[in-house]
């Protein structure tokens, strides 16, 4: 589809099949995401032992440190050429794989620097000791020298996602992760058994290599709107980047803080049985996030598309419609939690006393959750429509300026201490959902004006 076919087909196309067109393969994007870390886990677990497998998951949450580098840079790059392309400013669409290549060259350097010089400080937050330090160490290392690659193959894949091409996008990652599947159990056995984390690593980057790879090539050579022009950071198409990026970066980085608080609050209240009910828990919600996050990929370029080029009444049309979406694929989610708790559980934990234990707070967690794809979407709508500052507000209130004085005050008042973690991003989701609302509702009554300025000046002409 060439360039200007997938602008008219966001700006005049069916809503609901443009709709679907743009989830299925975002979420299926997403799906695959998840697939890295995840494999490396069984495949570690399996052909080396559980303490290299733990040490894959200890690690996991200091990988977000690039993820937070890629989404800032993508996700404030996607923002500003979907709505380029909707006000048909090729101008600037030309200045952003530039900008884009130059930012992430400059960040990756500092991540990679950092991250290898204060490995093991950073692993030691997660309590990490002995043979599973050592290995986490070894894998987290190999992770950061990747850095570069990690970095510019998920930012491009945002770009694209940002230009309306979901389904190349979704190749793209689709094939790197096939790819890293294909080489986990290769290299772990090239590498030995005593160095098969470090197998593991570089499968993981291999194929990220392998998909910034293809990315280049497509912005080098296929793409019909985005080309590789000037690299150097551009202020004029940075600044906005950095704004709306910055939200989407700290929801990535500040899921670091925030469970790292959760794990040694809940150790502290209630034990090591309550950590591993923790981990089962915050595991089904990170699967449950990743199709709602696929269908925010997906919402991102209709609203951005639609709101650059002033057809405002079909970002309404396409927020109502993705709106109803993300809250009839939550429900999915949200019914076999809330009816079968201890089942959800049984699927990660196999003592019938801790899973008994934990139904009740599994409740608790996923109470808000038929409101998520809500939550997102409005975060995502912001970002879209370049007021980067609003999502910026609602995602620090949720992970950090609401969330961490409840999860450590909660668990003070309650009688049953460790409820209070459950509780807290009970009632932390209950309040930002509620200013989300609000928000939402005053950036619709700036909408209507802007329409009715349109729809004077249209006269007027």
Known sequence: MSSDNARDNLVSGNIVKTMISLSIPAILGMVVIGLYNF?????????????????????????????GISTLIGTGSAS????????????????????????????????????????????????????????????????????????????????????????????????GAILNIILDPILITVF?????????????????????????????????????????????????????GVSAMLMQVMTMLQQTVMYNTVERCGGGEWQTILAAALSLQAFSFIPLWGISQGYQPAIGTNYGAREFGRVRSFNKAFMIEATLLAALFYLPVMLAPKAMLSMFITDTAIVEMGAPMLRVMFASYITYGVLILVITFFQAIGKGGNAAILTILRQVLLFLPLVLILPLIFTNSVAGVF???????????????VLMVRAFRDISREENIKVVYDKAS
């Not at 950073?122 to 000791?129: I, M, Q, T």
């Not at 894998?139 to 850095?147: N, R, T």
């Not at 291999?206 to 990315?215: G, I, K, T, Y």
């Not at 509780?423 to 609302?437: C, K």
Request: net charge positive; no cysteine.
């Open 80 to 175: 500003v050429l979907s709505r380029a392309i909707g006000k048909k400013d090729q101008a600037t669409v030309d200045k952003i794989m530039g900008n884009l290549i130059a930012l992430v060259v400059i960040l990756s350097a500092v991540i990679m620097a950092v991250g290898l010089i204060f490995t093991k400080p950073l692993l030691l937050l997660s309590r990490a000791k002995g043979d599973i330090l050592v290995e986490a160490d070894r894998y987290l290392k190999v992770v950061f020298l990747g850095s570069l690659f990690v970095n510019f193959a998920q930012s491009s894949n945002m770009v694209m996602r940002g230009e309306g091409k979901l389904k190349k996008a979704m190749l793209i990652m689709g094939s």
């Open 39 to 67: 494999m490396d886990a069984v495949f570690v677990g399996r052909m080396v032992g559980p303490e290299a497998m733990t040490a894959v998951k200890v690690s996991y949450p200091f990988t977000l440190l690039n993820s």
């Open 423 to 437: 509780f807290a991003q009970l009632f932390t989701d209950a309040v930002v959902l509620l200013i989300a609302v």
């Open 192 to 244: 030995g058994k005593e160095n098969g984390i470090i197998g593991a690593a570089v499968a993981t980057v291999s194929a990220q290599l392998f998909q910034a790879v293809w990315a280049l090539i497509y912005f080098t050579k296929k793409s019909d709107t985005v080309k590789i022009g000037r690299i150097g950071i551009v202020g004029e198409v940075a600044k906005p980047v950095f704004s709306v």
